[in-house]
């Protein structure tokens, strides 16, 4: 079971980042192919309409994850009965969350031009364009999406991940087609819900074939349903904490700025979500696992696995951090020009809104893998109204400084220390302080490596004045910030129980590729 475990992380992970490299790279040029071809204001407008729709998808209240959890013990025990009732359950409860957000979006239709202050491009219909939007809002639900939860909770996210490389690279370059010959925003937009249906078929396609003995049929029981609406009400407000954390800001920026500072603002975002996307592709690996090893394995096993898993991933995370502290400005520069840049107190607040992000992320998948969202449902109001109401503040105050700064206090001080409160008291049993004072080293160890190797190149001036002095000064940057990092932590951690123990496990995982690939 260990060795299946492992295996199907590094399948997942394998194709994770082939899927991540693709969506993450060739949406970066098509977002520059809209910057020069259409202009900034299309592209804060996309990014508009994308935030307002993704706080429409709370209507789906968390089923998705709830399912999921409620699929890992049947499917270990072979319970098809049970696996075919909440798939069929969760088959109507996703038509009716289609239905839900059709309606939202067509209430919400006289109150679009008010979240936009100033102008909006010429030339374009705006109700159009969002109507698009709704469009792929509500197909992305209403098309077999049920279909993605056996192959979740059956550890095959690769599957997924394959479906998605092959569909994304049709759409990709059907957009880049559009883009270079019409510069035609409305068929760029409609390519979107085309192509979700497409996927949503091929992956219901794929679970049909790899599971054909589970089906939507039958009636859950009135204590399983009881069960799962306790859970979806914890996650709805867990994602509604999510959603406003990354919606509302580019709303807010919108209604106080305008669309090009919504463009500037996401596109300093898009870097973090790039490298976020990456990472994710870790802790998705690992979900199903852990999942089932809390079912099968003791409270201390999976304590020891937290901290591994951690050790490694907050390893990682602090590369990308000195990277991103060193390399953002160039890059953005490179990408977009310096019109577009934002001053680097507020890239350094970017960069540590990223460490903050990154911080819970191996806890959250321990949190959501034993079913805690009704624990944490205090949580999510909490962070929530904190979040909004800082954001109202704070940006109206201080703008995209007060944004980041609210988000940042909410992430750190309500989220995370909630969040590991609750895996103390409800999973590991008061265990947590070793956890708790790793993070906190990780933290200040990251946090100074990273203000140290950014003030180091500052000092250190190399020539920027051409594109390719700009390219040759990256290229340094990165060598010199990779290399200090590394070695920075090595010395801070290598004599530490967790280093060794990781360096076991990344060992015996590499070990299992070569095996494999040979």
């Known amino acids: 079971m260990i ?45 508009l309409f994308t935030s307002i729709f993704t706080v429409l998808s709370l209507a789906e209240l968390g089923f998705g994850s709830a399912i999921v959890y409620s699929l890992y013990k049947p499917i270990y025990e072979n319970d098809y ?26 209430i919400l239709i006289p109150f679009i031009p008010k979240l936009i202050k100033g102008s909006y491009p010429d030339g374009i219909n705006l109700m159009l364009v969002y109507l698009i939007f709704l ?30 490389v092959l569909i994304n690279l049709f759409m990709y370059i059907c957009q880049i087609i559009i883009l270079l010959s019409s510069s035609n925003f409305y068929l760029y937009a409609l390519s979107i819900p085309f192509f979700r249906v497409s996927l949503n078929l091929i992956n219901a396609r794929y679970a049909k074939k790899m599971y054909p003995n589970s089906i939507a049929l039958g009636n859950i029981s009135k204590d399983m349903k009881d069960k799962l609406n306790k859970s979806v009400l914890g996650l709805f407000s867990i994602k509604v904490a999510s959603v406003t954390r ?106 540590f809104y990223f460490l903050i992000l ?62 590991t409160y609750l895996l103390s008291k409800y999973l590991f049993k008061n265990k947590v302080a070793e956890y708790i004072r790793n993070q906190i080293r990780f933290l200040l160890v990251i946090s100074f490596t990273t203000l140290l190797i950014y003030l180091l190149m500052y000092f250190i001036r190399v020539s920027t004045d051409t594109p390719k002095h700009l390219i040759l000064s990256m290229f340094f940057r990165f060598i010199l910030s990779f290399s200090l990092s590394n070695l920075i932590f090595f010395t801070v951690f290598f004599r530490t129980k967790q280093f060794n123990i990781s360096k076991k496990w990344v060992k015996h995982v590499i070990s299992n590729i070569i095996r494999k690939n040979l």
């Not at 040029?29 to 990014?47: H, V």
């Not at 469009?135 to 479906?163: M, P, Q």
């Not at 904190?386 to 703008?399: E, H, T």
Request: contains cysteine; charged residues 10%.
């Open 3 to 47: 060795n299946s475990r492992t295996n199907n992380t590094i399948r997942n992970s394998l194709w994770g980042f082939i899927n991540r490299f693709i969506s993450l790279l060739v949406p970066f040029f098509i977002r520059t192919l809209i910057i020069y071809k259409l202009g900034a204001e299309f592209l804060g407008l996309s990014s």
């Open 81 to 106: 009965s049970t696996i075919n009732s909440l798939l069929h359950y969760y088959k109507k409860v996703y038509r009716i969350v289609s239905i839900v957000i059709l309606i939202m979006g067509l």
């Open 135 to 164: 469009l792929n809002t509500v197909v992305s639900y209403g098309f077999y999406a049920y279909k993605n939860s056996l192959l979740i909770a059956h550890h095959r996210i690769d599957i997924i991940n394959r479906s998605n």
């Open 246 to 351: 990354n919606s509302i800001d580019s709303i807010a920026i919108s209604s106080y700025i305008g669309l090009y500072a919504v463009a500037v603002y996401n596109n300093y975002y898009y870097i973090i979500s790039a490298i976020t996307g990456i990472l994710l592709v870790i802790t998705s690996s690992i979900a199903a696992g852990v999942g089932n090893s809390l079912v099968s394995e003791t409270t201390d096993k999976n304590f020891s696995d937290l901290l591994k898993f951690n050790f490694i991933y907050m390893w990682i995370t602090g590369i990308c951090t000195t990277l991103l502290a060193t390399l953002y400005q160039p890059f953005m520069e490179l990408w977009v020009g310096k019109d577009m840049l934002l001053p680097d107190s507020i890239m350094l607040l970017f960069v």
């Open 358 to 419: 990154k911080l819970g992320d191996i806890q959250a998948q321990y949190f959501d893998a034993a079913g805690l969202w009704w624990h944490g449902k205090w949580r999510g109001v909490i962070e929530t109204v904190a979040n909004v109401l800082l954001n109202l503040i704070l940006g109206y105050f201080f703008g995209i400084v007060g944004i980041l700064l609210a988000t940042i206090f909410t992430v750190l001080f309500i989220n995370f220390a909630y969040s």
